[in-house]
């Protein structure tokens, strides 16, 4: 499980909304996002690594819902957090 409450920035083509604004997301993960984080963490992931892994994980699976939506969105990002916290 992610739980985060952050402010996230995208990149999508022109003409599609791209600007961020603040989100208060829960989204439990599929195993393979959720081995990256643990993996992440075993090799010592320094903070900027975890949110990379964590906006990844947000886009596939939040944001374009596993390919059925939002398929063009090229990137999502954390411009400010106010918590990001990973739960089992």
Same mark, same amino acid.
Request: cysteine-free; proline content about 3%; charged content about 30%.
């Given at each position: 499980?992610?739980? $985060?409450? +952050? %402010?996230?920035?995208? $990149? +999508? !083509?022109?003409?599609? $909304? &791209? =600007? &961020? %604004?603040?989100? /208060? @997301? $829960?989204? +439990? @993960? !599929? !195993? #393979?996002?959720?081995? /990256? @984080?643990?993996? +992440? ?9 975890? #949110? ?15 390919? %059925? /939506? ?6 999502? %990002?954390?411009?400010?957090?106010? =918590? ?5």
């Amino acid at each position: 499980m992610i739980d $985060t409450r +952050a %402010r996230m920035g995208f $990149t +999508a !083509p022109i003409g599609s $909304t &791209d =600007h &961020d %604004r603040f989100r /208060r @997301l $829960t989204v +439990a @993960l !599929p !195993p #393979q996002h959720a081995a /990256r @984080l643990f993996d +992440a963490h075993q090799a010592g992931a320094t903070d900027q690594q975890f #949110q990379d892994i964590a906006a990844e994980a947000l886009k596939e699976v939040y944001f374009q819902d596993s390919g %059925r /939506r939002a398929v063009s969105l090229e990137e999502v %990002r954390f411009t400010d957090i106010e =918590h990001l916290e990973f739960d089992l």
